[in-house]
């Protein structure tokens, strides 16, 4: 097939090509026997109407588009073969007036992958990513553990600042009792700021079986429009009131929730862990830094519909992660009173972010000819094989070659790219 490049500017190439007279005759005529059947004429049988008078009866033209479409997309493809194109988003199609018995001339106008004009990523500086475990930190995690063993008594006293109370409410919006603002044995934790600002505070200092009006003003951006920005009263009785009793930092206690015999090996095991999550912290920070270095130093203008697409992707991963929480986009839309185009610019600048960072990632790895070969991806199938709990490796291995490994490879490569540039930067 004769292919002709009109012009290439930027990223958006214009090129033209024919399809054969033969061809499109092989491809009117395979339109027609699937198509036939739907077209009644007097005088013959439903889905034996001869094309010719099909043709007569509704136009020479009656199969040309599907026609048209049945051929479009080989030879477009091969179009783009010949010119060694990338393109990055669907193509606008032209199509010339159409002679029987002549070439069709088809022009089309497509945006292509965008040359990346890299800086000197091999002298990149960077200040030093260092993090260490401090005794707060392991302090810390032992607190978290101590509240989660705590035990909760019942207190004959006023309440305090984390206690676990026991309450009715009703609320009130003037004189009416509005709805959603009633609940028995509701158990709320005083600290937790789970309930409007300032209706936690005002049961400080109560006690059990007092009855308490407190008034609170509902947010300006609260969901229910019948209560934003409104001052209501909830009364309140409190029924019980607990406190928390925490375990003594023991040998016992270490013996109880963990595997260690005293509580200095249970607090080794925690320093180590730290350290690990601080070691894990420290190089996706050091990657994270690195690939912005390297992208502030290259050169890239980036079409419109590779972030477009992006942000389809960035949608996609965000209605799954949803469906997984029992929610579907939709109703997350009308719960946030959102809509599709507010979404689309919310992930637009983070689509553009990881579209120039894998164009950069990219160009690097075809400048220092980084190869990905079948033992690295057999090692990270293994991974997955391993996060995805397989119980048959060697099956999941298996499975996972017979579809696209496109975004494996992409991964893999990135990977070994980032490697590179951490290898010859320079930690200040």
Known sequence: MSVVLEKKENNKVSFNFKLEADKFEKALQETYLKNRGRFNIPGFRKGKVPRKIIEVNYGEEVF???????????AYDSAVKELELEPVDTPDVDIEEIVKGEPILVKVEVDVKPEVKLGDYKSIE?????????????????????????????VDRAVKEGDLLTIDFAGFLGEEQ????????????????????????????????????????????????????????????IHDIKEKELPELDDEFAKDVSEFDTIAEYKESIKSKLEEELKNQEKVEKENKIVEAAIELAEVDIPNGMIESQIDNELRQFDFRLRNQGLELEKYLELTGSKIEDMREQFREVAEKRVRADLVLEAIAKAEAVEVNDEDIDKELAKMAEQYNAE????????????????????ISNGKVIDLLLENAKFI
């Not at 040309?64 to 080989?74: F, K, Q, V």
């Open 126 to 154: 960077l200040e030093k990513v260092e993090y260490n475990v401090t005794d707060e930190a392991i302090e810390h995690e032992l607190h978290h553990v101590q509240e989660d063993n705590a035990r909760l008594t019942s």
């Open 392 to 411: 048959d490796v060697e099956e999941f291995v298996a499975d996972m070659k017979k579809g696209d490994l496109e975004f494996l490879n992409a991964g």
């Open 178 to 237: 509005f709805e959603g603002g009633t609940a028995e044995g509701y158990e709320l934790q005083i600290g937790s700021n789970t309930f409007i600002p300032g209706f936690e505070e005002q049961l400080i200092g109560k006690n059990k079986e007092e009855e308490v009006d407190v008034n609170v003003t509902f947010p300006e951006e609260y969901h229910e429009e019948s209560l934003a920005g409104k001052d209501v009263v909830f009364k309140v009785v």
């Open 64 to 74: 040309y588009e599907d026609a048209i479409n049945l051929l479009l997309p080989e």
